[in-house]
């Protein structure tokens, strides 16, 4: 799997090849295809995933996490992916899917409520999560990405404080349709909130636009929004 938007241009190019058969065997900076090809190359990356291992737990309260080390998907049950039913205990990471958003504000989130900035998840509240994630562990087939990743970056940002409520609920400000329209980056929440950096956060986000413009717009069509509009209305943002 690569996520990249230049993996097709680099394979038409020529710059890239793609071989379809399996490995059969590496040796040497050799490896053999089990189409019988061999070919000889200067450096070989094994991305062959990892198994979540929390051997570092006392055995009664890997119990209490419920800890599986055959789940894959869920390793553990934990409200939001972080805080599971054990006190003074969370974890950064133990989520599928798109992470850098999702793990930094895990982290900040974890950080507020040991220095004591940010209130412990209540009973109510940490009784109910745990539910929600047991119930997705129990699905049949199990979804691969068991948690919308807009979705959970948002309400982890209203835990920590830093949702941009203000820019979202005005539709005049500037960065209104690039945070609606435009891919969800970690910077969206560094905007506004406890350690923000407006200025960095903002030109971070103005960046990606020139970049990649071609995601505002297909993610306004997806929207219902007319793609040229939502141009028009991100150029003349970016001139003021």
Same mark, same amino acid.
């Given at each position: 799997?690569?996520?990249?938007?230049? !993996?097709?241009?680099?394979?038409?190019? %020529?710059?890239?090849?793609?071989?379809?058969?399996?490995?059969?065997? /590496?040796?040497?900076?050799?490896?053999?295809?089990?189409?019988?090809?061999?070919?000889?190359?200067? &450096?070989?990356?094994?991305?062959?995933?990892?198994?979540?291992? #929390?051997?570092?737990?006392?055995?009664? !309260?890997?119990? #209490? #996490?419920?800890?599986?080390?055959? =789940?894959?998907?869920?390793?553990?049950?934990? $409200?939001? /992916?972080?805080?599971?039913?054990?006190?003074? !205990?969370?974890?950064? %990471?133990?989520?599928?899917?798109?992470?850098?958003? #999702?793990?930094? !504000?895990?982290?900040?989130?974890?950080?507020?409520?040991?220095?004591?900035?940010?209130?412990?998840?209540?009973?109510?509240?940490?009784? +109910?999560?745990?539910?929600?994630?047991?119930?997705?562990?129990?699905?049949?087939?199990?979804?691969?990405?068991? $948690?919308?990743?807009?979705?959970?970056? =948002? =309400?982890?940002?209203?835990? &920590? %404080?830093?949702?941009?409520?203000?820019?979202?609920? +005005?539709?005049? $400000?500037?960065? $209104?349709?690039?945070?609606?329209h435009g891919p969800l980056l970690p910077f969206h929440y560094r905007l506004q909130g406890?350690?923000?950096?407006?200025?960095?956060?903002?030109?971070?986000?103005?960046? /990606?636009?020139?970049?990649?413009?071609?995601?505002?717009?297909? +993610?306004?069509?997806? =929207? %219902?929004?007319?793609?040229?509009?939502?141009?028009?209305?991100?150029?003349?943002?970016?001139?003021?």
């Amino acid at each position: 799997m690569a996520i990249t938007d230049e !993996l097709s241009r680099a394979v038409s190019a %020529g710059l890239l090849s793609v071989q379809t058969a399996r490995v059969r065997a /590496c040796e040497r900076g050799w490896v053999t295809f089990e189409d019988g090809r061999r070919a000889e190359f200067d &450096v070989i990356l094994a991305a062959t995933g990892y198994r979540t291992a #929390v051997n570092f737990l006392a055995p009664a !309260l890997s119990e #209490v #996490v419920e800890y599986d080390a055959d =789940d894959w998907l869920q390793p553990l049950i934990a $409200h939001e /992916c972080v805080w599971p039913a054990a006190p003074n !205990l969370a974890f950064v %990471g133990m989520y599928r899917g798109p992470y850098f958003g #999702v793990l930094e !504000l895990q982290a900040r989130w974890a950080c507020g409520v040991f220095a004591g900035r940010l209130p412990m998840p209540s009973a109510g509240e940490l009784a +109910d999560g745990l539910a929600r994630e047991r119930a997705i562990r129990q699905m049949d087939p199990r979804p691969q990405f068991p $948690h919308d990743y807009p979705t959970m970056a =948002d =309400d982890l940002a209203r835990h &920590v %404080g830093a949702l941009p409520v203000t820019i979202l609920q +005005d539709s005049a $400000h500037p960065l $209104h349709a690039l945070l609606y329209h435009g891919p969800l980056l970690p910077f969206h929440y560094r905007l506004q909130g406890r350690q923000a950096n407006p200025r960095l956060a903002e030109a971070a986000i103005r960046e /990606c636009e020139r970049s990649y413009p071609h995601l505002v717009a297909n +993610d306004a069509a997806a =929207d %219902g929004t007319d793609p040229e509009e939502a141009k028009a209305e991100n150029t003349s943002q970016a001139a003021c």
